[in-house]
């Protein structure tokens, strides 16, 4: 599937620069904009998150694109997408800052979607800096910014309601406060019923919750149900937070229900 979209990408870019009238032309770079993010998004989930530099060629080849039309949404999404390779992928929350509030100044007047989930992301940028006052004005300002979301937004299908709270609980994850986290993704965790790998990230923060309280069973419970989804869906993201609640619960090694946990992961990896 990515040989054959990386080449029809290709075809499409040359066209968008080398023929076809202003209205034909404008399409064209709308669709590789499209096309190119979705093309970052492939790669990076098919490498386990671990393939950053090809990724992030394609969301700025999105970035360009979009710019050629002047189309903030487009220009914003994959800006957004280039900052959670900063976040999630390098650990650099700093560039990660740089860039969701270099989308939120891009899509400010054009997509409440997209800025309130840019300020979603420089909350947590601002977690990850240990910064609680930044962090939590960014998620204030998140939360008007999705008061105002309509249908007709651009971004609308990148929207869902259970979006603050797994970013919310994420942050008081990193900032220590993990009573609150626990709370905030547990409610998460009960909204989301389907297996998503949205889900799986919740669930696997949920337990790194309950692990930093040292509740072993509750942690236990959550990393077997993070597991369920992971099998079915294979996501880098929540896979390497699962990873890290597991090596946080090595000094219960010994424990049976850690033990459960130890074989369960061993069984994911070696059927990868």
């Known amino acids: 599937m990515l ?32 096309a190119a993010t979705l093309m970052g998004q492939l790669v990076w989930d098919a490498s386990q998150r671990r393939d950053h530099r090809t990724a992030r060629q394609y969301f700025d080849q999105a970035t360009a694109a979009a710019r050629e039309i002047g189309s903030p949404t487009a220009e914003g999404h994959a800006l957004l997408r280039t900052s959670y390779l900063a976040l999630y992928g390098e650990r650099d929350p700093i560039e990660g800052l740089r860039l969701t509030e270099q989308t939120a100044e891009v899509t400010r007047s054009t997509s409440n979607v997209l800025t309130g989930l840019a300020q979603l992301h420089s909350a947590e940028a601002h977690a990850m800096l240990g910064d609680t006052r ?30 603050f709270d797994r970013l919310a609980g994420s942050c008081y994850l990193f900032l220590g406060d993990h009573r609150r986290a626990q ?61 890290d609640a597991v090596r946080k619960l090595r000094r219960w090694r010994g424990e049976p229900v850690v033990q459960d946990i130890y ?7 070696t059927t990868a």
Do not use: P
């Open 3 to 34: 040989a054959g979209t990386g080449q029809a990408l290709g075809q499409i870019g040359f066209l968008a620069r080398n023929g076809g009238d202003g209205a034909l032309q404008r399409d064209l770079f709308a669709a590789e904009a499209t």
């Open 134 to 163: 930044r962090c939590e004005s960014a998620l204030a300002a998140a939360e008007c910014s999705f008061t105002s979301v309509r249908a007709t937004d651009g971004a609308a299908h990148l929207f869902s309601e259970t979006q």
């Open 183 to 243: 709370r905030i993704l547990d409610t998460a965790a009960q909204a989301m019923t389907a297996r998503s790998k949205s889900r799986a990230i919740v669930l696997g923060n949920l337990s790194l919750a309950y692990v930093h309280q040292g509740e072993l069973d509750a942690a236990a419970a959550s990393l077997h149900d993070a597991i369920d989804v992971l099998e079915a869906t294979r996501g880098g993201g929540g896979l390497n937070i699962v990873s």
């Open 263 to 269: 074989d369960r992961v061993l069984s994911l990896m």
